[in-house]
């Protein structure tokens, strides 16, 4: 591939789980392979219910001899968070992420409260982020004012505080447990990341007057959760 210009987040994003190695012969034919389930690795493709639960079992000619060590895996799909909590409480399910799709920090705190000699919760940096997305081809999303003010006006800090019960990093581009990522002091010190947020709120609000929105814009988002699961 050749850019157009140097990005160092470039080789970090081809890293990307969703730029996954895809079937060539099924797009061709097809369009995409919604329908038609290819992979490799130690599991093989057993079944999946939209909405209710998708299982591998295990891959006899896997490289690596004697791997994997499991027979198969089943993933039940729970889309309601206290729900989620019970099935692992309960032992219903052995499993379940640490994340905005799985385990809370406070369910994370009751379970090593209380059933730390059967549960263990192993917690480590990854690669998920959290954005949001503004769709430019329409207004008011098309005037780069907006979007500016927007990003500007975004509590970084604060998010983390609150909806993410404190768990969570502040990053740019690139992952901020990456190499080639910005150190945290300075992207603490870039506008949109800095504390206190005065300068700016003050300079998202010029932005929004300058582009003839004074008064401030009223809109509506769509929060999606474990989108990789179609419901229907």
Known sequence: MTLEYPSASFIHNLGDGRNAVGPKHIYEAKGNSKKDVVGTGPYK???????????????PDY???????????????????ATRFAALRTHRVQA???????????????????????????????????????????????????????ELAIDRPNIIKVAAEGVGEIGGYISPTGIWSLPKDEILSRPGYRQPKDADIAEAKRLMAEAGYAQGIRTTTISRNAPQYERK
Do not use: C, H
């Open 45 to 59: 493709f057993k079944a999946f219910s939209p909405g209710v639960s998708w299982s591998v079992v295990k891959n």
């Open 96 to 150: 379940t992420p640490f994340s905005s799709q799985g385990l809370t920090p406070s369910q994370t705190q009751i379970i090593q409260k209380e059933f730390a000699d059967r549960i263990t919760v192993d917690t480590y940096p990854s690669l998920v982020a959290q954005a949001f997305w503004m769709p430019v081809g329409k207004a008011p999303w098309n005037d780069i004012r907006v979007r500016r003010a927007v």
């Open 63 to 81: 490289f690596i001899k004697g791997r994997p060590y499991l027979d198969g895996i089943n993933w039940y799909i729970i889309s309601d968070a």
